[in-house]
């Protein structure tokens, strides 16, 4: 593909700050930045392994700052970051198998009721780094290798579902859940990366800019979160969760 001018790189980097932002907040990001590569004319699966090589920057951003906030439950890192990779690379063997058009209504549903669980419910938080219950811990890790594999096969609303899986099963504050969410994606943003770059599927040149863009956003988003906390955190993931399932819609028509 012929290369990007100037302003398409800078139009690309504003789409990446935004959401590397949002991302860091609630998930979501790839909402803004895989439309706009392929609005720039990379074909599809160049489009996924170049938005997969920005967006890790900004996960890697966003969990530094939570951790630097003490947010980030270490001991659970430890099982669900392995996990959540593990799970990714999972995913992405299986994506040539069943077709992710399979899976939009059932992603339709439970978007639509994740957006309404983050809006109503009202959890106890837990404090971060407290002991978990060995049978929390293989909660903690069931879920971060199955949605680290819904990450690599299909991908839209994983950071939504892990913030909501961790408040739900795990009775995390949804700032305390969208730090652990960082955990996962990060994860499994790396696994699905080195599978895209490993078959040639990251433009680099176009990446590269955003990556830088994306720290910034994933930083900003993160420190927006640990200072507003909850009440960012639940609006952010109630409006990610209704445009998912809104372009979802879209896309089934």
């Known amino acids: 593909m012929p290369e990007p ?61 939570y951790a630097r906030a003490g947010l980030v439950d270490r001991r659970r890192a430890r099982l669900t970051f392995p996990l959540g990779l593990a799970g990714s690379l999972l995913g992405a063997a299986l994506v040539l198998a069943v077709p992710p058009r399979a899976l939009r209504g059932l992603v339709l549903g439970l978007l639509v009721g994740a957006g309404a669980f983050v809006a109503l419910w009202r959890p106890a938080a837990r404090p971060a780094g407290a002991a978990q219950p060995p049978a929390r811990a293989a909660v903690a890790g069931a879920v971060a290798l199955a949605i680290g594999a819904y990450d690599g096969f299909f991908g839209p609303g994983t950071g939504t579902f892990l913030i909501v899986a961790f408040v739900a099963l795990l009775g995390d504050g949804l700032t305390q859940a969208s730090a652990g969410a960082k955990v996962v994606n990060f994860a499994s943003n790396l696994a699905a990366l080195l599978v895209f770059s490993t078959r040639g ?45 809104a372009k979802l819609a879209f896309d089934l028509r």
């Open 5 to 65: 001018t100037l302003a398409a790189s800078a139009a690309l980097a504003g789409v990446a700050l935004v959401a590397g932002t949002v991302d860091a907040i609630a998930g979501g990001g790839g909402l803004l930045t895989l439309p706009a590569l392929l609005l720039a004319g990379l074909p599809p699966h160049l489009a996924l392994g170049t938005n997969k090589g920005q967006s890790v920057f900004g996960s890697l951003a966003a969990l530094a700052r």
């Open 201 to 245: 599927a990251v433009a680099w040149r176009i990446s590269l800019p955003m990556a830088v863009a994306q720290l910034l956003g994933g930083w900003l988003g993160a420190h927006l979160a640990v200072r507003r906390g909850d009440a960012l955190v639940r609006g952010a993931a109630v409006a990610v969760a209704l445009a998912l399932a």
